[in-house]
Structure formats: C-alpha cells, structure tokens
T-cell receptor, first 112, second 113 residues
C-alpha cells in the first residue's frame, strides 16, 4: 500500500511569489491535514480537508489556503511568500479523520 | 486553551540506557493520545492510547496513559543510536462536530554510542 506522497520535495522561491504544494493521501483515506514545521516550533496545524470540504483550520493568515479534490488529493497554496514561510510542510492522511494520521516526507520550502 | 506539553525538550543519553519521555495535556473532551517518532522527515506513528487502551508495548518501546494525571510516558529501554529522533506527542480532542489534534513541541532524543 503506497504511503502519503508529497510533491515537490524541495522548493526555492523568492519573497512575494506564490507556491502550490501537492499531497496524495493513502488510498482510501479521505481526511488530509497540512502542517508547518519549523525548528523549535513543532508542528503547527494549518488546516484539514475531508470530502473536499475544509473541516478544521489553524491560526494562519489568509495567504495560506488549500483545497481537496474528489479523489482526496489535496493542494496547499501560499501567496505573497515571506521569509518566515521557510519551513517543512507536512501532509498527513487518515481514514475519515480518525487517528492515527500517516505523514508524507514533506516539502522543504525555502524563501530567499 | 487546549495545550500539550512535552518534557524534557531535549535529552542526551548513552547507548543501552533507559529513557522516559513525558507528555502532559489539558484538553476538553479527550479522545486519544498519540506518540510519533520523527527522524529526518515524516513522523512515523508509534502508539495510540485511549481510555480503553491505556498501555501499549512494541519491542523496546512502551507507553502508558494516566487519565487521572492527564499525562503519558514513553519508555525506551536498551536504547540504540537508531532511537535518536524527535518524539512527538499529540492529543485528540473532540468538539461538537469535529475533532482537533493538539501537538506538543517534541522531545529531541540523542543517543551517544
């Protein structure tokens, strides 16, 4: 059974640009959550999608948005990138939101 | 405000030692507590503890949930260098129509040969 797949693995952008990250969950998983991880900050919850609807949202500015498609794949978009957006972005999937979640390897985003 | 606190934040021990990591929580409507291990990339699931399953064991790793003390411990015996990682604790709290997962900051464990 394939795990959670995130693309791209690495990304370098400059301030002001926008970026889209992709996440393919484990087959059969309908819940997809996104996290931002920076050194010393732990995992910061961005949002969770279930059946194409945003079900939970963390405390991030509106520059961070996401969506989920009918096949449960999810994308996360960050607009007007700032230096502080440099982080590892992790995606996790689970069966209908029930635990445990299973994580992808993440996308390392660097802002120059 | 719901919160999860892990201690210590970092720990350095020698191979063969036993370590105990702590996770305490304050949440409304607790449903489960989860432990994850994160080496370089994806956190990998270790244990899930609930009211009906307060003790879990897998090889040298074991975990106990203390619902009275609102805490959990993760024990690793006969540590190996491969146990070096960040150990994350998360607590699932259930609301009216959804749930949320509250994460601790993690414990960075370093095992010296």
């Amino acid at each position: 059974k394939a795990g959670v797949t995130q693309t791209p693995r690495y990304l370098i952008k400059t301030r002001g640009q926008q970026v889209t990250l992709s996440c393919s969950p484990i087959s059969g998983h309908r819940s997809v959550s996104w996290y931002q991880q920076t050194p010393g900050q732990g995992l910061q919850f961005l949002f969770e999608y279930f059946s194409e609807t945003q079900r939970n949202k963390g405390n991030f500015p509106g520059r961070f948005s996401g969506r989920q498609f009918s096949n449960s794949r999810s994308e996360m978009n960050v607009s007007t990138l700032e230096l502080g957006d440099s982080a590892l972005y992790l995606c996790a999937s689970s069966l209908a939101g029930y635990q445990p979640q299973h994580f992808g390897d993440g996308t390392r985003l660097s802002i120059l | 405000e719901d919160k999860v606190v892990q201690s210590p934040l970092s720990l350095v021990v020698h191979e063969g030692d036993t370590v105990t990591l702590n996770c305490s929580y304050e949440v409304t409507n607790f449903r489960s507590l989860l432990w994850y291990k994160q080496e370089k990339k994806a956190p990998t699931f270790l244990f899930m503890l609930t009211s009906s399953g307060i003790e879990k064991k897998s090889g040298r790793l074991s975990s106990i949930l203390d619902k009275k003390e609102l805490s959990s411990i993760l024990n690793i015996t006969a540590t190996q260098t491969g146990d070096s990682a960040i150990y994350l604790c998360a607590v699932e709290a259930v609301g009216d129509s959804n749930y949320q997962l509250i994460w601790g900051a993690g414990t960075k464990l370093i095992i010296k040969p």
